[in-house]
């Protein structure tokens, strides 16, 4: 589908995929925005031009989106753990080892597979291949997330999501002991330059907020709760590493001696949001995996000694 537009001179400065996010395509995600300006989907006065283009006033702007590929998805039966579902939504506690979903580099079944086995419908907005995922946790962070069933109730969450009104409480055995009972990081994040494979506190990144505070300590470990005001990817782990006490367990941003067999010691404990249609606030809580409690009560003991 075509779609064009006049810029007014409001908007002068603005890049160009930001504009088009809040004028042309406000359900979409900026990759998908910056895909379509580089393959050639959207064109400034008939020119293609980068996503950092900073637009001018009367430019005029042409966009065709992509046609979708077909889903060649199966769907796969999961035994998927379904904390709430309605007609519009579900909440999912994801386990630890399940990826959300398909990309070309991995083949294996992710939570996408288990929603299509599950839901008769799911939200279209964020393509083929990611239908029905709001946001996503790492494939070893376990936890909360919320699905979308239909595309009104995603673009509601998602506008929820970007206006920061979600709340996503997390929980996480860190190293190291604190000084202070609660603090805040406020640190950009960006992909790593060197190793693409990371994410990094960088000065021209995207402002990431994490708050925090300390539940417990142990002999040469902590557990906090975090909260996220914003949603970087591996936010939490890098914020964490950042302020020195990496997440334990963490094989990417924590010592290379990795404690444990399941991933990083990081769950989603809480998620609270509003309704889509009911214009309820609801929270949800998912205990935490039997081998982070199992290691908490191991740390308890040893403490007592």
């Known amino acids: 589908m075509k779609k064009s537009i006049d810029v007014d001179k409001s908007y002068v400065g603005l890049r160009l995929d930001q504009f088009i996010q809040q004028n042309l395509l406000q359900e979409a995600s900026r990759s998908y925005i910056?895909?379509?300006?580089?393959?050639?989907?959207?064109?400034?006065?008939g020119i293609k031009v980068k996503s950092g283009y900073a637009i001018k006033e009367n430019d005029h702007i042409e966009l065709e989106e992509m046609e979708p590929k077909s889903l060649d998805l199966e769907a796969v039966d999961l035994r998927l753990d379904i904390v709430y579902e309605d007609d519009d939504m579900?909440?999912?506690?994801?386990?630890?080892g399940l990826v959300v979903h398909p990309a070309s580099s991995y083949h294996e079944p992710t939570l996408v597979h288990g929603l299509l086995f599950h839901a008769d419908e799911l939200s279209s907005i964020n393509g083929v291949v990611r239908?029905?995922?709001?946001?996503?946790?790492?494939?070893?962070?376990?936890?909360?997330?919320?699905?979308?069933?239909n595309d009104q109730s995603h673009q509601f969450l998602s506008s929820e999501l970007s206006k920061h009104v979600i709340k996503r409480e997390y929980k996480a055995l860190v190293y190291g002991k604190f000084d202070e009972s609660e603090?805040?990081?406020d640190a950009p994040i960006a992909r790593h330059p060197k190793n693409r494979l990371k994410m990094a506190v960088i000065a021209t990144?995207?402002?990431?907020?994490?708050?925090?505070?300390?539940?417990?300590t142990f002999k040469d470990m902590s557990l906090v709760s975090c909260e996220l005001e914003t949603g970087r990817t591996h936010q939490i782990r890098v914020h964490m590493a950042y302020i020195h006490h990496p997440v334990v367990g963490d094989p990417i941003?924590?010592?290379?001696?990795?404690?444990?067999?399941?991933?990083?010691?990081?769950?989603?404990?809480?998620?609270?949001?509003?309704?889509?249609?009911?214009?309820k606030q609801m929270t949800f809580t998912a205990k935490l995996p039997q081998n982070f409690s199992d290691?908490?009560?191991?740390l308890r003991a040893n403490s007592a000694l």
Do not use: W
């Open 295 to 298: 290691y908490l009560d191991e």
């Open 205 to 216: 990144g995207k402002r990431a907020v994490t708050h925090f505070k300390v539940l417990e």
């Open 90 to 96: 579900m909440i999912i506690n994801k386990p630890q």
């Open 183 to 185: 603090g805040t990081i």
């Open 131 to 149: 239908p029905g995922i709001v946001h996503r946790i790492d494939k070893d962070t376990s936890g909360l997330l919320v699905v979308a069933k």
């Open 34 to 45: 910056q895909r379509l300006i580089k393959e050639g989907f959207c064109l400034v006065n």
């Open 253 to 279: 941003y924590g010592p290379k001696d990795v404690i444990g067999e399941k991933g990083q010691f990081l769950h989603a404990e809480h998620l609270t949001l509003m309704h889509p249609t009911k214009k």
